[in-house]
């Protein structure tokens, strides 16, 4: 019968490796974000890909969950493909990196957030410049001209 050998003398693979060798293989969200942005058009595809932008990377709970921006008409088929997206990712890197997505709408102009001049009556007017404060006059011509949401 043989008996166990207890090897003392070995070390990981890792303590052997120069530190240049250490920084390139260390899986760093940052590294990964930026080799996600390089072949994103791989990883999804043209048509998936352009539907969708990668805008960054973050942990929670120790798990990395990925931000995505999308088009709101795409966002339903972006939505139900959530999991192959999780899965593709995963695959191109090797290991299970993101477990979770998140997706933003990209801006859109609506016609809720139209910018509106704030126009004066000629009576307003009037009395703002019947004002004798020099300073308060122009504030308060600054401020009638200045564009606001309504």
């Keep these: 019968m043989k008996k166990n050998r207890n090897f ?6 890792g303590a052997l490796l120069p530190d240049n060798i250490k920084k390139l293989i260390k899986n760093n969200v940052s590294t990964n974000l930026d080799t996600l942005k390089k072949s994103w058009l791989i990883i999804l595809g043209k048509k998936t890909a352009k539907k ?3 805008i960054k990377i973050q942990k929670y709970s ?4 990925i931000f995505l ?11 139900y493909e959530r999991d192959r997206i999780i899965e593709k990712i995963n695959s191109f890197l090797g290991y ?5 997505i998140l997706i933003n709408f990209k801006d859109i102009n609506s016609t809720q957030l139209v910018k ?12 703002i410049e019947s004002v004798k404060d020099e300073e308060l006059r ?3 011509m600054n401020f009638s ?3 606001k949401y309504e």
């Design 145 to 147: 001209h200045k564009e």
């Design 52 to 54: 969708c932008e990668l």
């Design 69 to 79: 921006k999308v088009d709101r008409k795409f966002l339903i088929e972006i939505d």
């Design 138 to 140: 122009k504030k308060l």
């Design 8 to 13: 003392s003398s070995l070390k990981p693979i």
């Design 96 to 100: 299970e990196f993101a477990t979770k």
């Design 116 to 127: 509106k001049s704030l126009n004066l009556k000629e009576k307003t007017r009037n009395l």
């Design 62 to 65: 120790n798990k990395n969950c």
